[in-house]
């Protein structure tokens, strides 16, 4: 079972803490009032169920090492966790006075229950869709939504059929921004790189991927013959990949190899934004902060997830010569796929410069103002 996180209605509580000098629960609501406008939160149970796309029962085992006994267990408890959600909601909304006057839900299957109860109650919610394909939950939702806002574009004969449908792209953080030649290069030499060498920066991000830190594995030594390397491992598989660390060599403060390994790097946007070519997974946020940064971009989507969204998102990408992509199972059959592949955007800066030219065109600066303006002429 899992849960909504909210942030507090100041921008952090370490700031609020010490500007009023008393702990977070001993603040009156008055005086949160008195201080300007705040957020207020109420947590809502989700479910999920453990579905993965093309997948026959016995591949759950295979790939995720769990035991019947794991996926029966964790299903059940989706279910109650649904279950429980959809009461909660009901309780959160039943009262007219306190209901919304829209809702807004951005995600997957936490989303599920307050948008059925919402409907329920007739409240307006708009419903924000990263991917180029809708997940189960938003599928449900979408034939009663006011508007549904996508993060990737929409064809023109979809937007007819649907005019409630909008192409307003992904919110990313405001680092995520264009880098300029003169800007790679100071970032280059801030993480310690030949500013001189291509740079490829290979992330599976923040828990990192175990198929992309494996074929990394396989090709170093030979990427490392024609560029440098930054591999983010992350948090979850990190421990597993220390032995790359032997590739690492310093002089005291100054690298003298061409390789860098983070468990994870808290300036993503710099260390992306330092790349000449960026190695990913093919989840629209990745998609999105890639096209802000103008990055030339290898993507390895992961092609067992609910609805096949990353291998779609890829495919559309691809097909607008926007990204490279290497399919997961292939790159686990053989490597140097991966490596033919960077090998031929780090020589050919020509086709760099043109895919990412093609990928910033895919980045909406605007679209957290513009999912803002909708909410509000919702409400």
């Known amino acids: 079972m899992e849960f909504w996180t909210d942030f507090k209605y100041y921008k952090n509580v370490t700031k609020l803490t010490t500007e009023l000098g008393v702990p977070w629960g001993e603040e009156s609501k008055s005086a949160r009032r008195a201080r300007g406008p705040y957020i207020r939160v109420r947590r809502i149970p989700a479910g999920k169920f453990h579905r993965y796309s093309d997948w026959h029962f016995k591949d759950y085992f295979i790939y995720l090492n769990i035991t019947i006994k794991d996926l029966i267990i964790g299903n059940i408890l989706g279910f109650f966790g649904f279950i429980i959600g959809i009461f909660t909601a009901l309780f959160r909304l039943v009262k007219k006075s306190s209901r919304p006057d829209v809702i807004f839900l951005k ?14 109650f007739r409240i307006p919610y708009i419903i924000h869709e990263s991917d180029t394909v809708a997940g189960l939950a938003n599928r449900l939702l979408m034939r009663r939504a006011r508007k549904v806002a996508f993060g990737m574009p929409i064809s023109e004969e979809m937007q007819a059929k649907h005019p409630n449908y909008i192409w307003t792209g992904i919110p990313v953080a405001a680092d995520f921004t264009h880098i300029t030649p003169t800007k790679q290069l100071s970032l280059k030499k801030a993480f310690s790189f030949n500013p001189d060498k291509p740079l490829v920066v290979i992330t599976g991000g923040s828990q990192g991927s175990a198929n992309l830190n494996e074929a ?4 170093l030594p030979e990427l490392l013959k024609f560029t440098s390397v930054g591999l983010v491992a992350g948090r979850k598989h990190y421990e597993s990949m220390v032995d790359l660390k032997k590739y690492e060599s310093w002089d005291k403060a100054s690298l003298e190899s061409n390789f860098r390994m983070w468990e994870f790097n808290t300036t993503m946007n710099e260390l992306m934004g330092a790349a000449d070519v960026v190695v990913s997974r ?3 946020t990745t998609i999105a902060e890639m096209a802000a940064l103008g990055k030339a971009t290898i993507l390895v989507p992961y092609e067992r997830l609910p609805g096949g969204h990353q291998i779609k998102n890829a495919e559309r990408l691809a097909e607008a ?6 399919k997961d199972a292939d790159m686990l059959a053989n490597p140097t796929l991966l490596l033919d592949e960077i090998r031929h955007l780090v020589k050919s800066p020509r086709l760099r410069a043109d895919m990412a030219d093609s990928l910033a065109k895919e980045a ?4 957290a103002k513009r999912l803002a303006e909708i909410i509000l002429e919702e409400a």
Not at 321 to 326: F, S
């Open 107 to 120: 995600g997957g299957y936490v989303c599920l229950p307050v948008g059925l109860i919402a409907r329920l």
């Open 216 to 219: 990394t594995r396989q090709i």
């Open 364 to 367: 909406r600066s605007d679209a």
């Open 321 to 326: 010569h926007a990204a490279a992509v290497v």
């Open 282 to 284: 093919a989840g629209a």
